[in-house]
């Protein structure tokens, strides 16, 4: 095969496959997609390794399967002879992982937190609520946790800090606790199972600046919590609805110039249309990006994998054995106040057209 036919195949695999996916797919994500296919034969790791939106990256598998350039059997994906060679032919190569196997990829060390935070956080998440799906929960490792922290540490948004944590599945508020850094933490989220577990361990562990409130995310924020807070930490739902009214809420409860955000995205759930759509929309309100570490967290597999929406689009059935699902922290900085209605959101602000783990 000339490099000019493989071009020419590829863009008749990108046409199908944006024929029939209503998902950004650009010519990159499709290299990146074969690349990945080149370096694992395992459809999770191919997941993790692509970062492409789960629907276009199943649908484009459907179409290399249709052709006869990928096989997939037993939770296994293999390009044929004939995959291989347009491959390579388009000149992609598998892909090269240069990861800090210490640190792995965060640039920051949770093991520089005191040994008793560590030790303490560990032995409180083996009690810790399962996630559900009516939230769109799936909580990180606790290492990922423990990282998070570690690294809001680091950038001063934690010692003395008032901070306010958006949603708490993956117990943020509680490791924050832990380290007697912060003056105040408020936990908000809808589910009472968090409210009650978080409330019981502030209380068992003496952590007398932590409280949690039940509070939906679609409502206004009260106005107790408006301007009250130097750093928000969120990780919300991706569907962009679901995630600007998070950020929006996290944004209103910060005091001005100076504060501090911090969220996850992923790519399983957001092209980088939605990427930008998002760092337009944060620029617009008021905030810089300061940092953005791709595949900083990793999630614990949930137990409704194979209820979730994307089960169905995969072209072959194998749970997961290791994490897969990551996303990108991304840290903000308001450089002013933020111009933003408070106002209530109404229906369902988990789905949208990318949303793949709802
Ligand atoms: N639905 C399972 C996983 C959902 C995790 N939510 C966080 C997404 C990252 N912003």
Redesign the pocket.
């Known amino acids: 095969m000339t490099a000019q036919e493989a071009v020419e195949h590829l863009s008749r695999l990108l046409k199908q496959t944006r024929e029939q996916v209503p998902v950004p797919f650009t010519e990159r994500d499709a290299e990146r997609a074969l690349a990945a296919l080149l370096s694992t034969d395992n459809l999770w790791e191919a997941i993790r390794l692509s970062r492409v939106p789960l629907r276009a990256l199943s649908t484009f598998w459907h179409r290399l399967i249709a052709e006869g350039l990928l096989e997939a059997r037993d939770g296994a994906l293999r390009l044929t002879a004939n995959g291989q060679a347009l491959a390579q032919a388009l000149g992609v190569a598998p892909v090269r992982e240069a990861t800090c196997a210490h640190c792995e990829g965060r640039g920051v060390d949770w093991r520089t937190l005191p040994e008793s935070v560590v030790e303490r956080f560990m032995e409180i998440c083996r009690h810790r609520p399962e996630a559900i799906q009516a939230y769109?929960?799936?909580f990180v490792t606790e290492a990922t946790t423990l990282s998070r922290i570690a690294f809001a540490w680091h950038r001063g948004d934690l010692e003395g800090k008032t901070i306010i944590v958006l949603g708490d599945d993956d117990l943020m508020s509680i490791a924050a606790a832990l380290t007697g850094a912060p003056a105040r933490i408020l936990a908000v989220d809808i589910d009472e199972r968090l409210i009650q577990f978080i409330n019981e361990v502030a209380r068992r562990e003496g952590l007398e600046r932590l409280e949690a409130v039940r509070y939906d995310l679609r409502e206004p924020l009260p106005s107790s919590w408006l301007r009250a807070f130097d750093t928000f930490m969120t990780?919300?739902?991706?569907s962009f609805r679901g995630f600007k009214t998070t950020i929006e809420r996290g944004l209103l409860a910060l005091r001005g110039p100076g504060c501090a955000g911090y969220f996850?995205?992923?790519h399983v759930e957001s092209s980088y249309e939605k990427w930008a759509r998002i760092q337009r929309f944060l620029l617009d309100s008021g905030a810089v990006l300061t940092d953005l570490i791709d595949n900083f967290s990793a999630?614990v597999n949930?137990g409704y994998i194979e209820s979730?929406r994307s089960w169905k689009w995969l072209p072959t059935h194998r749970l997961p054995e290791r994490p897969w699902?990551y996303?990108a922290l991304h840290r903000i900085e308001l450089l002013r106040l933020p111009e933003l209605d408070n106002t209530a959101v109404a229906g369902d602000i988990f789905s949208d057209e990318e949303a793949a783990?709802?």
Do not use: N, R, V
């Open positions: 769109d929960q799936g990780d919300p739902t991706e996850g995205l992923t999630y949930w979730m699902y996303s783990t709802t």
